[in-house]
């Protein structure tokens, strides 16, 4: 009888480390990060999709990255760098539907949109493009006013703060707001983003761009050796 609840008790944890290290297999499979070659591979076809001589060629090349970014997909489900293949995926669905606008087109693009959106804060960058056709879409279905399209971008903005993509989601609203004639939200964005990255070289570019230059209070910083070799650190010095 003992030997017997011995052989049971052996069969019972072979079986459960059996079923421990088939799931963990699974799981590492799922979650194995997409190779770089491959998504840069998928960006260099994507690219090369501008390149086409006529319409049909090019529906033809959006079409071949998308299913080639969606077989990649496939077989890593979970991977954490599978949002940098969902951007590239939403890219060649915007330019195939401006070849052709079909709505299996546009309801496979809104789902691409849709899952960009459940991107952490460090593809922030990839996710506000998503962010913003999807608000978009909601209000247009609601038949939203100014004042909620006003209140839905200063929202979306607010989502952004201390992400690598608030200087971005900025400026694109800076550009949004005057459209839907949210010029007081327009002057408070103008004014948060220059106060926020007052010495980004790329935002003082961007007030240059505007016009609005007079805004922005760049800080001098840098390091600079005196003629006696001495060196100043600015703005400390």
Wanted: contains cysteine; hydrophobic residues 40%; charged residues 25%.
């Amino acid at each position: 009888m003992r030997n017997h609840t011995t052989i049971n008790r052996a069969s019972l944890w072979v079986t459960f480390l059996t079923i421990l290290i088939t799931c963990l297999h699974l799981n590492c499979a799922q979650a194995a990060t997409i190779p770089n070659a491959e998504i840069t591979s998928l960006q260099k076809e994507s690219a090369a999709e501008l390149t086409e001589s006529s319409a049909t060629k090019k529906r033809r090349a959006c079409k071949s990255t998308i299913r080639k970014a969606n077989s990649l997909l496939e077989d890593h489900a979970t991977a954490p760098n599978r949002f940098e293949v969902l951007a590239i995926i939403l890219q060649s669905q915007r330019r195939l539907l401006t070849l052709d606008n079909s709505e299996k087109n546009r309801e496979s693009f809104f789902e691409t949109c849709a899952k960009l959106t459940e991107a952490p804060d460090t593809y922030a960058a990839l996710r506000l493009q998503a962010d913003l056709i999807i608000s978009e879409k909601k209000l247009s279905e609601k038949n939203a006013d100014l004042k909620e399209r006003a209140q839905a971008l200063e929202e979306m903005v607010a989502r952004y703060r201390n992400t690598p993509a608030e200087a971005k989601s900025l400026k694109m609203a800076i550009l949004i707001a005057p459209k839907i004639e949210a010029f007081e939200l327009e002057q408070k964005l103008l004014i948060t983003l220059s106060e926020r990255f007052q010495g980004d070289y790329d935002t003082i570019n961007y007030f240059r761009k505007l016009g609005k230059s007079g805004l922005l209070d760049v800080i001098f910083t840098g390091s600079f050796i005196r003629a006696d070799g001495t060196t100043l650190h600015f703005p400390m010095d």
